[in-house]
């Protein structure tokens, strides 16, 4: 697959289609939409806030797309990184949580990779955002 590396208009839209097809792959071969993660020993579940957020983020640079190539191994195999943040105020998209936390994973090629987890008050864990580091 031939991911864009620049940083116009159609690459940056280009990249987002990326990221759009390779949740829908995701969550095709996923219906629960949920994968299991060593780390934290409960269930990361997938809603379209997850998509969103990762496709406003991770479609700005070559490497957090290529991240999202490797959702699955990604999701499974992150860890806690530093301790659990309260949500940011005034932003709307972390409203519906209680608490937000860091998890990384070093992928081949990429690098580490970073993700925010979500938690809800409920304690379900939602995938909010992904990204890498730039090249």
Not at 100 to 123: A, N, W
Request: net charge positive.
């Amino acid at each position: 697959m031939n991911i864009p590396t620049g940083n116009s208009k159609e690459e940056l839209k280009a990249r987002e289609g990326i990221i759009s097809q390779a949740y829908r792959e995701w969550t095709s071969a996923n219906p629960d939409k949920k994968v299991y993660n060593d780390s934290i020993h409960d269930f990361i579940h997938i809603r379209f806030l997850s998509i969103t957020e990762t496709m406003r983020h991770a479609a700005k640079n070559h490497n957090s797309t290529l991240a999202i190539l490797q959702l699955d191994t990604f999701l499974r195999k992150a860890v806690k990184f530093g301790k659990p943040t309260p949500t940011k105020k005034g932003v709307k998209n972390q409203e519906k949580f209680a608490k937000m936390q860091q998890m990384r994973c070093e992928l081949d090629g990429i690098g580490v990779v970073k993700m925010i987890v979500g938690v809800k008050r409920s304690g379900e864990i939602i995938q909010y955002c992904i990204t890498a580091n730039k090249e």
